[in-house]
């Protein structure tokens, strides 16, 4: 069986009172948390791009170049933003606003809300291999042979012995490990590399191939749920 998910969390604060709730609450969310202090250093502990969530008290001036330096990043998947605040307004590049004086009631709340956003980002990135031989037909009713190597909520990868061109579309049936049939898909190239590989975003999927495929990948998803 696939190990479980757990999500990883940088809670960059120095004052007791908001770390001290919100580590308690992260854990109850089965969240795996490293503790900064110094908003000035967080951004190193992030270069490795496997944190999910920043929880990140608004002490300073340094708080918003690190919110910054996040969305300035290379990192293709960025990481949920929940901002500590004296405010209770929105804030450029946050996504969740906890106002202070933090509580267990509101930090809850908060951390829920960014929970959920954690979940549909995992779902909309994650792909899992297939491995499938199909013969796919493209724009110009040309036909294909390709592997489909993995898939995912948005999109597949697929691998050929020629590069597919970027913009095109095929379209193909696919055969689901442990499913008798296949789903139809139709999918637009966005990338492609000199090895034959290329990833691909749905183009047009029917409603009930799509039920079909989500159910075939919720039953995938492995997550460490939350203790609450």
Not at 167 to 181: A, E, I, K, Q, W
Request: contains cysteine; neutral net charge.
């Amino acid at each position: 069986m696939k190990p479980e998910v757990a999500f990883d969390c940088l809670l960059v604060s120095h004052d007791p009172a908001v770390f001290g709730t919100m580590d308690q609450i992260l854990r109850d969310f089965s969240i795996r948390t490293n503790i900064c202090p110094n908003s000035s250093i967080a951004a190193n502990l992030l270069k490795d791009g496997d944190t999910d969530l920043v929880v990140i008290d608004l002490e300073s001036e340094h708080s918003s170049h690190l919110i910054r330096e996040i969305w300035e990043s290379p990192a293709r998947q960025k990481p949920t933003i929940l901002a500590v605040s004296t405010m209770d307004c929105g804030i450029p590049g946050v996504h969740v606003v906890l106002r202070k004086p933090v509580t267990s009631e509101s930090g809850l709340k908060s951390l829920q809300a960014a929970y959920s956003r954690m979940l549909r980002d995992y779902r909309a990135h994650t792909r899992f291999a297939v491995m499938a031989s199909v013969l796919a037909t493209d724009d110009h009713d040309t036909v294909v042979a390709v592997t489909v190597t993995n898939i995912g909520e948005g999109g597949v990868g697929l691998a050929a012995k020629e590069n597919l061109a970027i913009g095109s579309v095929l379209r193909f049936g696919l055969p689901l490990p442990g499913l008798t049939g296949e789903i139809r898909i139709r999918a637009r190239v966005l990338w492609n590399r000199e090895s034959g590989a290329a990833g691909c975003e749905f183009v047009h999927v029917s409603p009930g191939d799509l039920l079909v495929l989500h159910a075939w990948l919720e039953n995938r998803y492995r997550f460490k749920r939350p203790l609450i």
